[in-house]
């Protein structure tokens, strides 16, 4: 089945920094794919989803994802962060072909913004 | 639309007894997920229904923990007997189908601290 992996599980960075997040699933194909947000103390809210067309997604709060077939990845990135981006991000893939299904979550990466 | 909702927000109870959480998922959807998260074992899928009906409870960690769903706008997770290392917050989440078309929308979650 599908799986996906967050390498960084925990990033720190300064205000007004670059920041890109990993996200890789284990096969190819045509796959949806999801990230996440949980900002602390609340629930997990979503941020932006891929499912076809332009590789390069836009999502809220400036954040965008670039789904990259070869490389089976959909890293999430933001040009210039603030403090209130703290928060945790989850990466998410349904397990297998069948888009009607179940999506699995990413173990996670932390985010830490320095103010 | 109200979200998925969940109550209570905050359950503290002492060891050994039952502990009942609550869930109501937006209306329309036809699956609901619960999960659980500590920041031991990040988040973890317990159970999931698609249509009232129980589709995969390979998540639930013991015989402990139970789960229903008897109509569509309504679902239980029960704990009985519950134990000091069952702490952790709880979530809720549906969707349309089983989520991998569209996503899914979380509840705000229930702290459960058992004591």
């Known amino acids: 089945a599908q799986s996906v992996s967050q390498h960084n599980h925990h990033v720190i960075l300064s205000e007004a920094a670059s920041l890109e997040l990993g996200c890789n699933y284990s096969y190819g194909g045509t796959v949806n794919l999801f990230w996440y947000v949980q900002y602390p103390g609340q629930h997990l809210q979503l941020l932006l989803k891929y499912f076809s067309g332009d590789p390069l997604v836009k999502g809220i709060k400036g954040f965008e994802a670039e789904f990259i077939k070869s490389k089976f990845s959909f890293n999430l990135r933001k040009p210039s962060v603030q403090w209130s981006d703290t928060a945790e991000y989850f990466c998410a893939v349904p397990p297998g072909w069948n888009r009607d299904d179940k999506i699995i979550f990413g173990k996670g990466t932390r985010l830490h913004i320095l103010p | ?115």
């Not at chain 2, 960690?61 to 679902?75: C, G, L, Q, T, V």
């Not at chain 2, 009985?80 to 290392?85: D, F, L, M």
């Not at chain 2, 078309?101 to 459960?112: E, I, P």
């Open chain 2, 1 to 115: 639309d109200a979200g998925v909702i969940q109550s209570p927000r905050h359950e503290v109870t002492e060891m050994g007894q039952e502990v009942t959480l609550r869930c109501k998922p937006i209306s329309g959807h036809n699956s609901l997920f619960w999960y659980r998260q500590t920041m031991m074992r990040g988040l973890e899928l317990l159970i999931y229904f698609n249509n009232n009906v129980p589709i995969d409870d390979s998540g639930m960690p013991e015989d402990r923990f139970s789960a229903k769903m008897p109509n569509a706008s309504f679902s239980t997770l029960k704990i009985q007997p519950s134990e000091p290392r069952d702490s952790a917050v709880y979530f809720c989440a549906s969707s349309l189908d089983l989520g991998a078309g569209y996503g899914y929308t979380f509840g705000s979650g229930t702290r459960l601290t058992v004591v």
